[in-house]
């Protein structure tokens, strides 16, 4: 895997309110080219909000973000989103959602990249008609049609069941080590942040509590030694009542 | 067989109660038992039926009726439409006209009816005025709620997938509203005729409504039924109408699906 040094995406004193309710307060996070980093912690301590802010959807009530190097002012356009509802347009077919914003000379595109999800055969369904996974292919294919270079999941897998989303963190993977876009994951799924993500990084009072790297090989499974470890270290931190900063990496392999 | 005669007897219930009253109406008015002062037997309203249409008076007068619906209905709805959709997707035309519409909306058109006919006299604006105003709110309101109503979070996706403008109305909004639209369009078209019947009962000199206040002044029953029952087709046929469109523009919705129109390529 190719990875160089360079910061992708990087922020700091990040500071976000709603009201008088403070979400983040004074957050920094460096996140690297082609980098997987997955974002945890409880509901509500601002992981989507972070997902937001780098996507431009919002912007911090006080720090900078900047986008490789360039400080962001409106929308980000080298990131694509993709939202935990799939937000799918339900009066478009599928091939015309995947090509939203592209025209039509981009249908034969869409197709490859429906077949690289495993789609092709339901171009031409609507998405009312589809299952929470498909939606979430179709979603994920949407994305990859703006090869982005910056990848935002927004809990893409947090309304399906076990299997099908055992399938899509496998379809993430692929398409991660395929497209090699810097690639942020939110979620609250512990296991599969560690199944996933280079960099696990916690989010806990509104600051990045602890960024754990995750050494384990590729394709990871559930039962690899370290695993565990891994996720039980977190989940410490995650529990943890007082937030004591680490930012270590784990030696276990 | 049995099961066949029993689906076909299955779809044709519906009819049944219409289909009975119809003939015991024929009996009880060739019996007497109702009398001809009351209602014309159908047989009369047919006959009436048959000889307007071959004088010609019958297509001329619906005919009238259709042109002044149609008229009011298009500008009317045109207006309500463009005043819904500028105050549902810019906030200064909602908060400069908005106020003013819903003041409006709260008089009863019909009560105009004195005031336009002293306007215009019993000439065609009057008609079509009426018709005009009556289509106008629910449009208006239902574009208005429509357009304000749009997934928010549709639009958010929109907008990071490089839509904007005109692309982002066409794409998102104006779909995400078309359900609600369409409601408006359905229900301005049931306000339309009952406007227009009214109208046209107080002053005309053609049309349906004509026809039925001068077959009064000669007692000619039948006609008068006659006019009824056009009117009660001609609602009908805009129903359908809105219906259709509900079904060609709305087969995305899950409310709408009338079987399989989705299986286009399969």
């Known amino acids: ?253 | 067989m049995l099961k066949r005669i029993k689906q076909t007897a299955m779809n044709l219930r519906p009819w049944a109660i219409p289909v009975l009253l119809l003939m015991s109406w024929q009996l009880f008015t060739k019996w007497g038992l109702i009398s001809a002062r009351v209602l014309p037997a159908p047989t009369e309203v047919l006959a009436a039926f048959i000889d307007l249409l071959k004088t010609g008076e019958l297509i001329h007068h619906v005919w009238v009726s259709l042109w002044r619906a149609l008229t009011g209905f298009a500008i009317g709805g045109s207006i309500g439409f463009i005043f819904g959709l500028l105050n549902g997707l810019f906030r200064p035309a909602e908060m400069t006209f908005d106020t003013s519409i819903q003041m409006l909306r709260n008089i009863p058109h019909l009560a105009l009816v004195p005031l336009v006919i002293l306007w215009f006299g019993i000439g065609e604006e009057a008609k079509i005025f009426l018709v005009a105003v009556a289509v106008l709110f629910p449009v208006y309101l239902n574009t208005f709620h429509g357009i304000k109503n749009v997934d928010k979070g549709l639009m958010e996706m929109g907008k990071t997938y490089g839509l904007s403008g005109w692309s982002l109305f066409s794409q998102v909004i104006f779909p995400g509203a078309l359900s609600s639209i369409l409601v408006g369009v359905r229900y301005s078209l049931g306000v339309m005729w009952i406007t227009l019947i009214v109208a046209e009962t107080i002053s005309s000199t053609s049309g349906i409504g004509y026809m039925a206040m001068t077959a009064r002044e000669f007692y000619q029953m039948n006609v008068i039924v006659l006019a009824i029952l056009m009117y009660a087709l001609l609602g009908k046929v805009s129903d359908m109408i809105a219906r259709f469109m509900e079904r060609k523009w709305l087969v995305w919705h899950p409310s709408y699906q009338f079987g399989n129109t989705s299986d286009r390529g399969k």
Not at chain 1, 66 to 74: D, K, N, Q, R, Y
Not at chain 1, 194 to 209: M, N, S, Y
């Open chain 1, 1 to 253: 895997m190719v990875k160089t040094n360079t910061a992708h995406l990087q922020m700091s004193g990040i500071e976000k309110r709603f009201g008088s309710i403070k979400v983040l307060k004074g957050l920094d996070l460096t996140i690297h080219e082609g980098e997987f980093v997955a974002v945890v912690g409880k509901s509500g301590c601002g992981k989507s909000t972070l997902l937001r802010l780098i996507a431009g959807l919002d912007k911090p009530s006080s720090g900078t973000i900047f986008v490789a190097g360039e400080p962001l002012t409106t929308l980000n356009r080298e990131a694509r989103i993709v939202f935990q509802d799939g937000r799918l347009l339900p009066w478009k077919r599928v091939l015309d959602n995947v090509i939203l914003g592209l025209g039509k000379s981009a249908k034969d595109e869409a197709m490859k990249v429906l077949e690289d999800v495993g789609l092709v055969e339901r171009t031409e369904e609507w998405p009312g008609k589809l299952s929470g996974g498909q939606k979430q292919r179709v979603a994920l294919a949407r994305a990859l049609m703006h090869k982005p270079k910056i990848l935002l999941l927004d809990e893409p897998l947090g309304a399906l069941d076990a299997l099908t989303r055992m399938e899509m963190q496998k379809l993430m993977e692929r398409l991660w080590l395929k497209h090699q876009f810097t690639t942020l994951l939110v979620t609250h799924d512990v296991e599969e942040a560690v199944l996933l993500a280079d960099r696990v990084v916690l989010i806990k009072d509104g600051k990045i509590d602890s960024d754990v790297r995750v050494p384990l090989k590729r394709p990871r499974h559930k039962n690899q030694i370290g695993f565990g470890a891994i996720v039980e270290h977190i989940l410490q931190q995650i529990l943890e009542k007082k937030s004591e900063k680490t930012s270590a990496s784990l030696g276990y392999v």
